[in-house]
């Protein structure tokens, strides 16, 4: 099912709680790979050498782009939502 017939066959109300659902509890790629990243993190922190800067999960997650997040747009918002915007897809 694309985003358009997805969108013809919700309403306001619902897609609106679907939105503040992902808020409070993200799901896809990115956040499987954020989880991936903690780990990752973690392992690299134990046995990192002394005066060594701490990992991030983020330093693990080389598809993540690392500026100032611009606003997002309700079609940017909804499109994320779906997982368009996942794996480094910009449409």
Same mark, same amino acid.
């Given at each position: 099912m694309?985003?358009?017939e ?7 109300p619902? !897609?609106t709680?679907?939105?503040?659902y992902y %808020?409070?509890?993200?799901?896809? +790629?990115?956040?499987? $790979? ?5 780990i990752a993190?973690?392992?690299a922190?134990c046995?990192?050498?002394?005066g060594t800067?701490?990992?991030?999960? !983020? ?5 993540v782009? %690392?500026e100032?997040p611009q606003? +997002?747009?309700?079609? $940017?918002?909804?499109?994320?939502l ?6 480094g897809?910009?449409?």
């Open positions: 694309t985003v358009k997805l969108l013809s066959r919700i309403d306001s619902e !897609l709680e679907w939105m503040a %808020r409070i509890e993200p799901w896809g +790629e990115v956040r499987a $790979d954020y989880r991936s990243g903690v993190s973690t392992l922190n046995n990192r050498g002394k800067p701490a990992y991030s999960p !983020l330093d693990f997650m080389p598809f782009e %690392r100032k606003e +997002e747009t309700l079609n $940017d918002q909804i499109k994320h779906f997982g368009a915007l996942d794996r897809r910009k449409n």
